[in-house]
């Protein structure tokens, strides 16, 4: 079992940066791929950004050049920096992991962008 922590959402202004977290325990030592996704309300969950656990990275067109995604693999942690935020980036930001061929998912952290 592996449970997943988000944390670093919050309220910010067009334009300004976040940086989340997404804290892994339990049997981590399974841990490869790790993404975030996002839920704006009324529209479908959407992948932002993925890391393996070599650190090989992708992130999706709508983001890329403002978003990068890393990982910490000796704190079991995957960061999203998010730079130059937009509204449209509003939404709910989840973690997910791969481990054993199980799919784990976080609670969820919010991030509201006002322009």
């Known amino acids: 079992q592996v449970q997943l922590v988000e944390s670093g959402g919050g309220l910010v202004q067009a334009g300004e940066s976040l940086r989340l977290s997404c804290a892994a325990s339990?049997?981590?030592?399974?841990?490869?791929?790790m993404s975030w996704h996002r839920q704006a309300p009324g529209k479908p969950r959407e992948w932002v950004a993925g890391i393996s656990n070599s650190g090989i990275t992708n992130v999706a067109d709508s983001v890329k050049g403002r978003f990068t995604i890393s990982r910490d693999n000796t704190k079991n942690t995957v960061y999203l920096q998010m730079n130059s935020l937009k509204s449209g980036d509003t939404a709910v930001y989840y973690c997910?992991?791969?481990?054993?061929?199980?799919?784990?998912w976080g609670q969820g952290t919010q991030v509201t962008v006002s322009s």
């Open positions: 997910k992991a791969l481990a054993a061929g199980r799919l784990y």
């Open positions: 339990g049997s981590t030592f399974n841990v490869n791929n």
